[in-house]
């Protein structure tokens, strides 16, 4: 009598519990389509970000609990959503979470079985993950927003279905998926901005999903630390572990590297070597600042778009920077950035005296402001050059 009593309480704290879960987020989306509708010029993206992570942690909570009163919750959580969303165009940040509700419908209520065998065929392959990757993209480019949404949005089910049956591999390629597509579109407007928050949305939600199972996910990082233990980024990463008298060689090495995937437009090994930089880069930032890791960083993702070719408005606004900043100290993220897209595409270009303008110039910078980070993107970019006139 008294465990069938207990076992009455149990069920009626989980059902408050659950309660208060959809409560909470019910708060935190007015919360935040209060703050929209009356400021929304002045919303950050780290507002949208901030906003996105909060969401994905009740979605995740709720998809987990894969019961029906709480697919209703889910729902509930869609209906929150549409209320906030008075014009699809321009609140299309309420509209991003309706697409993931919508897969998780499909995990909870649909046989999503084909879809999930043809991608782990592609996935195996070796070259797989970078196809679908190029694949998405182009997507976007040639037809539509929706249709890249279709394509990501199967590759979300693939990695929560490898979620279901444990397999780390192919939930790690998944993780890999979004990162890249995510970096690859970053800085850019328009539809291209609206899909890479659509990406950065479906890593949230996929990763607080595989974080909830403790064991699952240290096989998940284990093996990402395997999988590139030998890479390029790997050896930088130890190569700043050791200090700074190895700088020079560091940066060196790094140069020649920069400097053969723009001679020969390697994507595949870059995308490769971008997504070994974001696993170290975020494993060692939580532990410790790197001024070597963030430049690396900053140069691999301009190194990324500069070899798409997507990068003329940027060097437009590089050049803006260099005329109008002359006596500047200081620069913001986005101007080194723009800066490092601009130095790499005018070097990729063969414009070697504009290319060597930027690098004065961000040195002039650096060391009127003893910015290390400024100086240390200085020291990178003109390695690329150095390294080409060495090898000859």
């Not at 008294?2 to 959809?22: H, N, P, Q, T, W």
């Not at 200090?243 to 437009?265: T, V």
């Given at each position: ?276 930089m974001r696993w170290y880069y975020y494993k060692f930032s ?107």
């Amino acid at each position: 009598m008294y465990l069938r009593e207990y076992g009455k309480i149990l069920l009626v704290d989980v059902a408050l519990r659950d309660k208060l879960a959809f409560y909470r987020a019910r708060r935190m989306i007015k919360s935040f389509g209060k703050k929209y509708r009356e400021n929304r010029d002045s919303i950050t993206e780290y507002d949208v970000i901030e906003f996105y992570d909060s969401l994905a942690r009740y979605m995740a909570y709720f998809f987990l609990k894969v019961k029906d009163e709480n697919v209703n919750y889910l729902i509930k959580l869609g209906n929150l959503l549409i209320d906030e969303t008075h014009d699809v165009e321009s609140d299309f940040i309420f509209v991003i979470p309706l697409i993931h509700l919508e897969v998780l419908y499909i995990m909870v209520e649909e046989d999503y079985s084909e879809v999930v065998k043809k991608l782990y065929d592609i996935v195996n392959d070796d070259e797989g993950l970078f196809f679908l990757v190029n694949n998405t993209l182009e997507i976007l480019k040639e037809k539509s927003l929706e249709d890249a949404v279709a394509s990501s949005s199967g590759i979300l089910i693939l990695g929560l279905d490898a979620f279901l049956k444990k397999d780390e591999e192919t939930a790690l390629k998944t993780i890999y998926y979004y990162i890249l597509v995510s970096h690859m579109l970053s800085g850019y407007e328009g539809e291209n901005y609206i899909f890479s928050l659509i990406s950065y949305f479906s890593l949230s939600l996929l990763l607080e999903i595989i974080g909830s199972d403790i064991e699952f996910s240290r096989r998940v990082d284990n093996l990402g630390d395997r999988f590139y233990a030998n890479s390029f980024i790997a050896w930088i990463v130890k190569m700043d572990d050791i200090g700074k008298e190895d700088r020079a060689l560091l940066n060196r090495k790094l140069g020649s590297f920069i400097r053969s995937i723009i001679a020969s437009n390697k994507h595949n090994i870059l995308m490769r070597e971008s997504i070994a930089m974001r696993w170290y880069y975020y494993k060692f930032s939580k532990k410790r600042s790197s001024p070597v890791l963030n430049s690396v960083l900053r140069v691999l993702e301009a190194l990324v778009r500069v070899v798409r070719n997507d990068v003329d408005r940027e060097i437009e606004l590089a050049e803006r920077i260099y005329m109008e900043k002359s006596e500047a100290t200081a620069l913001s993220d986005e101007e080194k950035d723009l800066l490092t897209v601009a130095a790499l595409k005018l070097y990729k270009m063969g414009l070697r005296s504009s290319y060597e303008n930027i690098i004065n110039f961000l040195q002039k910078v650096g060391k009127k402001g003893g910015d290390e980070s400024i100086s240390l993107l200085a020291s990178i970019l003109r390695n690329v050059a150095e390294a080409e006139n060495k090898e000859e």
